[in-house]
Each structure stands twice: as C-alpha cells, then as structure tokens.
C-alpha cells in the first residue's frame, strides 16, 4: 500500500540558509500534518492543511511557512536557519471529515544546520 | 487544551513475557481518539493501535491491546508475548474527532523507551 512519502530523507544547511521539505500524501488523504522532534522529544505540532486550505496552527515560527497544493502534496519552507531547528521533520495525512480519522507518518526528514 | 501525560521514560521487558505501558490524558473534548504509536531507532512513526472514546470496548490488535478508562482519562498499553521487535520509543496520542469542530491535530505525550530483554 502507498505510504507517505517524504523528501529529502537528510538535509544538511548552514545557518541563515533556506530549506524545503516536501510530503506527498497517501493517495485520496485531504489533509496533511507538519511536526518537528527535537532529539529526545516527543513531536511538536506545526501546521496542518486540509483542502488546501491551512486549517491550524501549532507552534511554528515566523520564518517558516507551508502550502498544500492542487495535487495535495504539501510543501514546509524554513528561512533563516538556526542551529535550534535542527530536527527531524514528519509530514502526516489523514482522510478527514469522516469517523475514524487515522494519521498515517511518513519516514521524516532530517534537518541538520551547521 | 489538550495533555497527554506518560510519566514512565523507561521501562523493560522480558522476552516473551508482557508489559504495560501507562498514560493519563486530559481533554475537554466530548469525542476524541487516543493512539499509541511506535518510534523505533529508525525513527519511523508507525500506528500501534486506536481508541474511539464513544466505544467503551478496548480495542485490541494481535499481541497489542489497551484499557482505556475514561472516567480516570487513563489509557494503557499491554504487549504480550513481547518479541524483541518491540523495542522502541513508544508515544502515547489524544486527537479531538472532526466532528467537535476540531482540525484534529495529534498531542503526544512524551514519550516511553522499551527495551526488550533476551
């Protein structure tokens, strides 16, 4: 069965550069979750879609931002990196609006600032 | 707001032998899911198991099952016959139903390490 998949699996920047994180949905999932794990951390929500439309907003800072778009894969930009957002990055989806909503993760990417 | 709390950072186990594995929650939400999720030195987030809180029956798959309590906001883990697969950080999970109006973002709680002994 399709799973979600994200890309890059590992992404080593400097500080002050520029990352993109993509996810593609599980095929007919609408909505798409963002979370960040620190090392030792439990996951921190960021950002959630749903028909392309953001629908929350978690703990996510200005200098990052997302779009879900026509094909429901979703995008995170992160501007200005610090050394702090060095993490790994899932993306999630979920068929929403019915009962039983399930996440399903995807393998996460690995974000190392330098 | 939601809080999921898992107040055991570790815990071990014996090869074939059973663990259980604890978390309180605390919601105002009226209808709610709550999950266990395993993180195994991979780090791949995979679905254990899910709990309808309207469903009073424990939800149960293979060797994995749950109580859930709800009057206490207590929802445990029980692996049988523990394999040496199981070894993982195990996240303990509550998520409001869409239906309460919510979009449904998943709260974690922190997190138990199982080690799995041969």
């Known amino acids: 069965a399709a799973g979600v998949i994200q890309s890059p699996r590992h992404l080593i920047k400097e500080k002050r550069e520029t990352a993109t994180l993509k996810c593609y949905p599980i095929?007919?999932?609408?909505?798409v979750y963002w979370y960040q794990q620190g090392p030792g951390q439990d996951p921190q929500f960021l950002i959630s879609?749903?028909?392309?439309?953001?629908?929350d907003k978690g703990s996510i800072p200005d200098r990052f931002s997302a779009q879900q778009f026509s094909d429901y894969h979703s995008e995170l930009n992160m501007s200005s990196l610090e050394l702090g957002d060095s993490a790994l990055y899932f993306c999630?989806?979920?068929?929403?609006?019915?009962?039983?909503?399930?996440?399903?993760f995807g393998s996460g990417t690995q974000l190392s600032v330098l | 707001a939601q809080t999921v709390t898992q107040s055991q950072p570790e815990m071990s186990v014996q090869e074939a032998e059973t663990v259980t594995l604890s978390c309180t929650y605390d919601?105002?939400?009226?209808?709610?899911?709550l999950f266990w999720y395993k993180q195994p030195p991979s780090r791949q987030m995979i679905l254990v198991i899910r709990?309808?809180?309207?469903?009073?029956q424990n939800a149960t798959e293979n060797r994995f099952s749950v109580n859930f309590q709800k009057a206490a906001k207590s929802f445990s883990l029980k692996i049988s016959d523990s394999q040496l697969g199981d070894a993982a950080m195990y996240f303990c999970?509550?998520?409001?139903?869409?239906?309460?109006?919510?979009?449904?973002?998943?709260?974690f709680g922190q997190g138990t390490t199982l080690q799995v002994k041969p």
């Open positions: 999630a989806s979920s068929l929403a609006g019915g009962v039983g909503e399930k996440l399903f």
């Open positions: 095929p007919r999932h609408d909505t």
């Open positions: 879609f749903y028909e392309k439309m953001q629908s």
């Open positions: 919601t105002s939400e009226s209808d709610y899911y």
């Open positions: 709990q309808e809180a309207y469903k009073q």
């Open positions: 999970a509550s998520y409001p139903s869409h239906g309460s109006g919510n979009t449904g973002k998943l709260i």
